[in-house]
């Protein structure tokens, strides 16, 4: 079973995780394209792992470069293959078409995204994304 957004659903339990974590996953691309360091902030724990063809950068790191402008995010049509759930992990996979810039050089493409999550506090939270490049 899929839902709107092609992710795998599973038993009542998992389809709630699966929706929790998709909303976290849209505020996230929204909070990216919004420069909105407050939001993350709070989406991002502080062990936070951001890898893309452009490198790997922690939370500290990613933040300040959004603030500064170095990197940025103009827009993400972000599409799900699955969210699957394991125990007090889960794991998002799907697809995205970016448009953004790094250090002033463009880094538009499609990419194949994988976006770990852990549930502390009685809250998931990302702990750690993926993208490669893939051919349109």
């Not at 959004?66 to 103009?74: K, N, P, R, V």
Request: net charge negative; hydrophobic share 40%.
């Amino acid at each position: 079973m899929r839902n709107q957004s092609g992710a795998a659903l599973g038993t009542d339990a998992e389809s709630h995780v699966a929706e929790e974590i998709m909303g976290l996953e849209r505020e996230r691309v929204a909070a990216y394209a919004n420069r909105d360091t407050v939001a993350l902030e709070r989406l991002l724990p502080d062990g936070f792992i951001f890898t893309r063809a452009v490198g790997s950068f922690g939370k500290r790191e990613l933040i300040a470069m959004l603030e500064s402008g170095d990197i940025t995010f103009e827009s993400s049509d972000r599409q799900y293959d699955a969210v699957k759930i394991y125990g007090n992990s889960a794991l998002a996979t799907g697809r995205d078409a970016v448009k953004g810039s790094y250090q002033e050089k463009d880094f538009s493409g499609h990419f194949r995204f994988s976006n770990m999550y852990v549930r502390n506090d009685r809250r998931w939270q990302v702990v750690a994304t993926h993208a490669t490049t893939i051919s349109d």
